[in-house]
């Protein structure tokens, strides 16, 4: 798969912003990979909404993974996750792109809890799930830079995405509740 290195800072289209296709040489897999743009410019990827899996590990900490450059948010780090499929659910959706991104194995996880960030017009959903039988991580395409596991309390010395960083605070105390 050839991935750009100069995709635009916004995608330019004449549908008012809602099911833009993304720029031109773009890796389109599929019917949900589209920007959606909310009424303030905002662009968000997935037409269907996204997900996200925040995998956790006792001994470990968290799974997170350093975002390539030519992804939204380049640079930053944040969880595996991407576009829903048309009819597709949070939970399938989060478990599907950390296993494309991250080689996550789903029967090595027990799902705790959901976070939804719903703006009306496009929502993410985040899926916390705890390690039962501790793997690596391997990196299963080009989205990723690296994978690591890091503990709690240094997950904020990262330059996260921004949205992740939003709501670390949020997830870290749930985590800290869920048994």
């Known amino acids: 798969m050839t991935v750009p290195s100069n995709l635009p800072a916004q995608p330019s289209d004449s549908s008012g912003g809602q099911g833009l296709l993304p720029p031109d040489g773009y890796p389109v897999r599929d019917s949900g990979d589209a920007w959606v743009v909310g009424p303030?410019?905002?662009?968000?990827?997935?037409?269907?909404?996204?997900?996200?899996?925040?995998?956790?590990?006792?001994?470990?900490?968290?799974?997170?993974?350093?975002?390539?450059?030519?992804?939204?948010?380049?640079?930053t780090w944040g969880i595996p996750g991407g576009a829903r499929h048309e009819g597709e659910s949070a939970e399938t959706a989060a478990l599907r792109e950390a296993h494309e991104e991250a080689g996550v194995p789903e029967d090595?996880?027990?799902?705790?809890?959901?976070?939804?960030?719903?703006?009306?017009?496009?929502?993410?959903?985040?899926?916390?799930?705890?390690?039962?039988?501790p793997f690596e991580p391997i990196a299963g395409d080009a989205e990723s830079l690296e994978l690591r596991w890091v503990a709690l309390d240094d997950v904020l010395t990262l330059p996260l995405h921004p949205k992740f960083a939003e709501s670390w605070p949020s997830l870290r105390a749930r985590l800290d509740t869920v048994s």
Not at 46 to 70: I, K, M, N, P, S
Not at 109 to 133: A, I
């Open 108 to 133: 090595h996880l027990r799902l705790l809890f959901t976070e939804v960030l719903d703006l009306k017009y496009w929502s993410y959903v985040t899926v916390v799930t705890r390690v039962l039988t």
């Open 40 to 75: 303030n410019g905002a662009r968000f990827w997935g037409r269907y909404g996204a997900a996200g899996l925040l995998v956790h590990d006792c001994a470990r900490g968290v799974l997170l993974q350093h975002r390539v450059e030519w992804s939204h948010f380049g640079g």
